[in-house]
């Protein structure tokens, strides 16, 4: 089977490149249609198409950037430039794009299937030339991820043998410290408009896959991968926790700005037993189910509160004017959803992190005050101790000297 990727911005275009690919003679297989270059490289690293065709006149990056960006991700794509410009002189714009081939709107029938046809065997060709089959190709795609994502799938369950773990973690390359730490993210499409077209659930995952790869690997032992539910799952080291403290922002962020979407992200320690994952992990979902269910503008104040906590000024007044909403009404929202006022659930999440940024033994506690948006240790101390019951100093020593042991 060869993969076909379409990114131009007419649907007309598109659909007479579907007409004749969806020939059963071709073999083809249509991995992905956008208008949007952004998703027609996000579709390009999830689903590695074979040959690309490109609108020439898209404007998201010059035209040689974009096709370098495929080039990089993709292994000998072949590229197919649409154009309406008949004026380009066909083998210099051929030379100077380093594409296959290049076709002009409107496009010809006749002529588009003689490209596609040879598209077709400059693939088979390579291929060939390579020593591996078609059949190869794709177990090779496959089977080097496929054990090891079912392996990571059934452990997060509790579907491995605690006989069996080391064994297989061990196999499988899986490390595992008692500095573990467990992410996941469930995109929330119905509350952007999500364009269907644009996205199936299956590329979105691989998109925020894709994403989370690159934001986390400063981290040692880093595991990302996509659970039953369609929620993507990150398993690493958590040191450096400074870096660990701001992850979870930085990646809601990432994903807003690229894809557009909303995401609810949940994060959790994991347990020195690697038997007990799976305890977390159920944990992790079901705070995914509760945050969901929330509704958009208190999923807005959430977000809101996690990037800015840390401003020793944040107040109820100035999220409410940053969302367009009456303060009175956020109020009555915030005891609704969240069961509490707006100053206890911004104590809760500054607590929170200080509790995250304590196992950091290089911090000290009046810098830690200052990371969560409190002016004195002083306060920040009475503070944590009216909500946790124990001094922030003797709980700082407590998870130094546990982790010690």
Known sequence: MIK???????????????????????????????????VALEIAKARKPDIIFLDISMQFLSRLDLIEEFKKV????????????????????????????????????????????????????IRRKKGISEFTVSKLEKNSKYLKENFLKDWIRGKIRSSELQKDMKHFNINYTNSMGLIMVKPLIKNRGLNENEWSSDLLSY??????????????????????????????????????????????????????????????????DPVQVNIVYKSLCNRLIDKSKKTPVVIEVQKYINRNYHNEDLSISEIANNLGVSQTYLARLFKRELGMNFVDYLTNVRIKNAIILMRDPSLKLYEIAELIGYSTQHYFSNIFKKHVGISPQDYKLGVINEARQ
């Open 74 to 125: 993709l292994n000998d794509p072949i590229i197919i430039i649409i154009s309406d410009n008949d004026e380009f002189n066909y083998d210099k714009t051929i030379l100077r794009l380093n594409v296959f081939d290049y076709i002009l709107n409107p496009i010809d029938r006749e002529s588009l299937k003689k490209t596609i046809s040879n598209a077709k065997d400059e693939i088979i060709n």
């Open 4 to 38: 076909v990727l379409i990114a131009d911005d007419e649907p007309r275009v598109r659909r007479n490149i579907k007409s004749v690919i969806n020939c059963e003679e071709w073999n083809f297989e249509l991995v992905g249609e956008t208008e949007s270059e952004k």
């Open 207 to 272: 998109a925020i896959l894709n994403i989370a790869n690159e934001l986390m690997s400063k981290f040692k032992y880093l595991n990302v991968f996509i659970d039953s539910k369609k929620q993507v799952v990150i398993l690493c080291d958590i040191n450096p926790i400074k870096y660990w403290h701001g992850a979870v922002t930085e990646l809601e962020n990432t994903i807003n700005k690229y894809l557009k979407i909303n995401v609810v992200i949940c994060a959790s320690f994991l347990r020195d």
